[in-house]
C-alpha cells in the first residue's frame, strides 16, 4: 500500500512538473484601452538599450504610465537589473533607455503599462526576447 | 544388510508412500474465474515483447510519465491557439489579446535594422502626421484626418514581439501583394493588418473600411 502511494504521488508530481511551464509572457487581464504594446531589447557591445511603445486608442486613451523593467536571469527566476518609470500625457509612448549590461548573462525587457482613459485604468504588460550577452 | 542394500529398501519404501501421498492429493480444487483470468492475463503478457519493460512498478510508472510527457507536448505544440506559426512568425492568442513574434537569430538572414523604408503609397494626402517613431528597428507613423486615424509601422523581423488587442477579433488570412497576412478587426472597430515581406514585418491598423485599408496596405512600397 505504502508502495503503491508513493508511486501515485510521484506520478501526480511528474505531471505537475512537466505541466508547469514558467509564462513567458504572463496574461495581461485587460485590453480595453491598449491597442498594442511591445518591449525590445537590442544589445551592442556592452550597452543594452530598452524600448516599451505602447499605443492606446485615440479619444480613449488619455494617459499612460510606463515602469521599464531590465531584467537578468538567475537560475530559474528573472530579477531586476535596473527599472525606469515615466508618465506620459497621450494615447501613445515610445520610452527608450540604455544601460550598461555585463557578458554571460541573459537579458530581457519587461514592460508594465498603466493606462488610463479618464479616471478608468488597466494594467497590460508586454515582454522582449531574451538575448544572452 | 549392506548399506547399498539398505539404501535401495529404503528408497522402495519412500517412493511407494510418494506415490500414494500423490494419489491421496485432491486436485478437484477450482480457482476463482477472476484468479484464472488474473493468470492467463499474466501468462500473456510474459509472451509480449515489451514484457521487459513493463514487468515491475517502477518501469510501468516511468512509460506512463513518458506517454503523458508525450501528449502534453504534441498538445502544446498541436493546439492553434496555444502556438501556432504563421508565415514565419508566431501567434499566441489569449482571451484578449495576442502576442505576434519571432525568434531572434544570431545568424539571420533578415536585416538587423532598417535599411529600406517602406511607405504608405496610396493617397493619404488629406491626412496629418501626428506621432512617429524611427529608430534602427522601427519606423512608425500615425495618420489623422477627422476622426479617421492609420497606424502604419515597418520593424525588423527579428524580435519582432507585438501585443495587439483581438478580443473577440476573428482573425482572417489575407494577402497582401502576394505575400501571406492576417487581418482582425478589433473590439474597438480598428481593422489590422499584419505581414511580412521576407525582410522586414509590416502592420497596418485604421478605423477605416477594412477594402480601403487593404489597398493602402497594398500600397507601402520601398521608398528609399
Redesign the interface.
Do not use: K, M
Given at each position: 500500500m505504502k508502495?503503491k502511494l508513493m508511486?501515485f504521488i510521484?506520478?501526480v508530481m511528474?505531471?505537475c512538473l512537466?505541466?508547469f511551464v514558467p509564462p513567458d509572457?504572463p496574461?495581461?487581464?485587460?485590453?480595453l484601452y491598449?491597442?498594442?504594446?511591445?518591449?525590445?531589447?537590442?544589445i551592442s557591445g556592452s550597452t543594452a538599450t530598452c524600448?516599451s511603445?505602447l499605443?492606446g486608442?485615440?479619444?480613449?486613451t488619455t494617459k499612460i504610465v510606463v515602469k521599464q523593467i531590465l531584467q537578468v536571469k538567475d537560475g530559474n527566476l528573472w530579477r531586476t537589473a535596473h527599472s525606469w518609470t515615466k508618465t506620459y500625457y497621450s494615447n501613445?509612448c515610445?520610452y527608450?533607455n540604455t544601460r550598461t549590461i555585463y557578458s554571460g548573462n541573459t537579458y530581457r525587457v519587461k514592460s508594465e503599462y498603466t493606462v488610463y482613459a479618464g479616471s478608468n485604468y488597466e494594467t497590460?504588460y508586454?515582454?522582449?526576447?531574451s538575448?544572452t550577452t | 544388510m549392506s548399506d547399498k542394500e539398505f539404501r535401495k529398501i529404503l528408497g522402495e519404501i519412500l517412493m511407494k508412500e510418494y506415490r500414494q501421498t500423490l494419489d491421496d492429493a485432491d486436485d478437484s480444487h477450482i480457482f476463482s474465474e477472476s484468479f484464472e483470468n488474473k493468470m492467463k492475463n499474466l501468462i500473456n503478457l510474459r509472451k509480449k515483447p515489451y514484457y521487459k519493460m513493463i514487468n515491475s512498478?517502477?518501469k510501468r510508472?516511468a512509460c506512463?510519465?513518458v506517454a503523458?510527457?508525450i501528449i502534453?507536448s504534441t498538445t502544446i505544440l498541436s493546439v492553434s491557439s496555444l502556438r501556432k506559426p504563421i508565415f514565419n512568425f508566431f501567434i499566441?492568442k489569449?482571451?484578449?489579446?495576442s502576442?505576434i513574434?519571432t525568434?531572434?537569430k544570431e545568424h539571420s538572414k533578415h536585416p538587423n535594422e532598417i535599411k529600406d523604408r517602406y511607405e504608405i503609397t496610396y493617397d493619404i494626402s488629406n491626412y496629418s502626421i501626428i506621432?512617429t517613431?524611427s529608430?534602427?528597428?522601427?519606423y512608425?507613423m500615425?495618420y489623422?484626418t477627422g476622426?479617421e486615424?492609420i497606424?502604419y509601422t515597418q520593424h525588423i523581423i527579428d524580435?519582432f514581439?507585438?501585443?495587439?488587442?483581438t478580443?473577440d477579433a476573428i482573425i482572417e488570412d489575407l494577402q497582401i501583394n502576394g505575400y501571406d497576412a492576417f487581418g482582425y478587426l478589433?473590439n474597438?472597430g480598428?481593422y489590422t493588418i499584419i505581414w511580412n515581406d521576407g525582410e522586414y514585418m509590416f502592420?497596418i491598423?485604421s478605423n477605416i473600411s477594412k477594402d480601403v485599408l487593404i489597398q493602402i496596405a497594398k500600397s507601402v512600397k520601398k521608398v528609399e
Open positions: 508502495r508511486v510521484s506520478l511528474i505531471i512537466c505541466s509572457n496574461i495581461s487581464p485587460n485590453y491598449t491597442y498594442s504594446c511591445s518591449s525590445s531589447l537590442s524600448t511603445n499605443t486608442y485615440p479619444g480613449v501613445s515610445s527608450v497590460v508586454s515582454y522582449s526576447s538575448y | 512498478y517502477g510508472v506512463v510519465a503523458i510527457t502534453v499566441q489569449f482571451s484578449n489579446y502576442n513574434s525568434e531572434p506621432y517613431i529608430n534602427t528597428e522601427e512608425t500615425h489623422q476622426n486615424y497606424y524580435g514581439n507585438v501585443n495587439y488587442n478580443e478589433d474597438h480598428w502592420s491598423g
